[in-house]
C-alpha cells in the first residue's frame, strides 16, 4: 500500500517557477515507478513525466512534449519523495497536478497506476 500526498501549487506569473513535491509512504515506495498528471478544466487527464524506479544506479524519465526542457522530474528514494520542478510556467500550464504510483512499466499510462495523490493546484497567470 503507497499514500501519496502532493504539495508545492500555488499561483505564479508566466516565466516563472515553482516546485511540486510528492511525499510517499509505505515500504515498496522505492520499487514503484512514479508519474505526475495534471487535469485543467473541461479536459482529461494527461501525463506530464514519468519517473522508473532504480534497481541500480540510472533512473529512466520521460516527458511530455510540452514540458520538455521546462520541468523536471527527479526521485529521493531515501525520502521517500518525488518531485516535478516546473520552469518557465506558461498559462496552459494552469491545472490539477497529480503524483502517482505504478509497478507496471508502462509510466505514461494512467490507467496502470494504482495509487493517487489528492492533487495540488498550479495556477499561471498571464
Known amino acids: 500500500q503507497v499514500q501519496l500526498v502532493e504539495s508545492g501549487g500555488g499561483l505564479v506569473q508566466a516565466g516563472g517557477s515553482l516546485r511540486l513535491s510528492c511525499a510517499a509512504s509505505g515500504r515498496t515506495f522505492s520499487r514503484h515507478n512514479m508519474g505526475w498528471f495534471r487535469q485543467a478544466p473541461g479536459k482529461e487527464r494527461e501525463f506530464v513525466a514519468g519517473?522508473?524506479?532504480?534497481?541500480?544506479?540510472?533512473?529512466?524519465?520521460l516527458y511530455a512534449d510540452f514540458v520538455k526542457g521546462r520541468f523536471t522530474i527527479s526521485r529521493d528514494n531515501f525520502k521517500n519523495t518525488v518531485y516535478l520542478q516546473m520552469n518557465s510556467l506558461k498559462p496552459e500550464d494552469t491545472a490539477v497536478y497529480y503524483c502517482?504510483?505504478?509497478?507496471?512499466?508502462?509510466?505514461?499510462?494512467?490507467?496502470?497506476?494504482?495509487?493517487w495523490g489528492q492533487g495540488t493546484q498550479v495556477t499561471v497567470s498571464s
Open positions: 519517473i522508473r524506479w532504480s534497481g541500480g544506479s540510472t533512473l529512466s524519465t
Open positions: 502517482a504510483a505504478t509497478l507496471h512499466n508502462m509510466v505514461i499510462v494512467s490507467s496502470v497506476y494504482d495509487y
